[in-house]
């Protein structure tokens, strides 16, 4: 990775520069920020809201997070953040079961889950702003889920014969894929469907006959093995 582009993803975790100016004026921004889209989204007049309510200009706002996409980033990385914190409050017998709870609570913030759905889709493109937000959150994530899982798998509590990372990339899968749907049908439960990740998973009685997966080397491009430092594209936060 060229150092270029690990300065920025590093930056992702601890923003500094501009972002360091002004501390307590920007998480003032950012709190208010939040309220605003749980009930807005990323549609309407979302910024000159914002600005009322803190007393800026429109302007003055965007100068804290450099662009209106910086802003929206650093909303979801807000959310991220208090979402790590509550569940490390709400200790759990598995690394799964906290995203179902997240994802409960999400569904009395119906602007911020479209604002994360529409973001997390417009990523896709190599050159949008998000790109490297996402690309770091996935990672970290499922690093966090696939070593817990890991660690439940040398304990027994889970099938020897499934890959940890399968699972964790299906969990993260299901949880970005169920908030579209909610969007769609707000009848659908989020958490319930994690929910039934884990019961499918975590202490269940494997087949007879299942034997433990062979010691491979990872495919081009996959996570680094369990216990291993993860590289600049990887990390810890939990959400």
């Not at 993803?9 to 360091?20: E, V």
């Not at 921004?29 to 809201?49: D, H, N, Q």
Request: proline residues 10%.
């Amino acid at each position: 990775m060229d150092p270029e582009r690990a300065a920025r993803l590093d930056n992702i975790r601890t923003p500094r520069g501009s972002y360091a100016k002004g501390v307590l004026r920007r998480d003032e921004i950012l709190t208010v920020a939040l309220e605003v889209f749980a009930m807005i989204g990323e549609k309407g007049a979302l910024i000159k809201e914002i600005a009322d309510r803190v007393g800026l200009s429109q302007a003055g706002v965007l100068r804290y997070f450099g662009s209106r996409e910086g802003l929206l980033i650093r909303v979801l990385a807000e959310r991220d953040r208090l979402a790590r914190e509550r569940a490390a409050r709400e200790p759990c017998p598995d690394p799964i079961s906290p995203m179902a709870a997240t994802l409960r609570r999400s569904g009395d913030v119906a602007g911020l889950v479209r604002l994360y759905v529409s973001m997390a889709a417009a990523s896709g493109f190599p050159c949008h702003p998000a790109r490297d937000f996402f690309e770091v959150r996935n990672g970290d994530l499922l690093v966090a889920l696939r070593d817990g899982l890991a660690a439940l798998q040398r304990e027994g509590r889970i099938r020897p014969d499934i890959a940890p990372e399968a699972i964790a990339r299906l969990a993260l899968a299901a949880a970005d894929g169920i908030q579209h749907q909610w969007l769609l049908d707000p009848g659908v439960d989020m958490g319930g469907v994690i929910d039934t990740i884990v019961a499918l998973v975590v202490d269940v009685v494997p087949p007879s006959g299942a034997l433990p997966l062979p010691e491979a080397l990872p495919p081009a491009g996959a996570l680094p093995p369990p216990g291993a430092p993860a590289d600049e594209g990887h990390g810890p936060p939990h959400s």
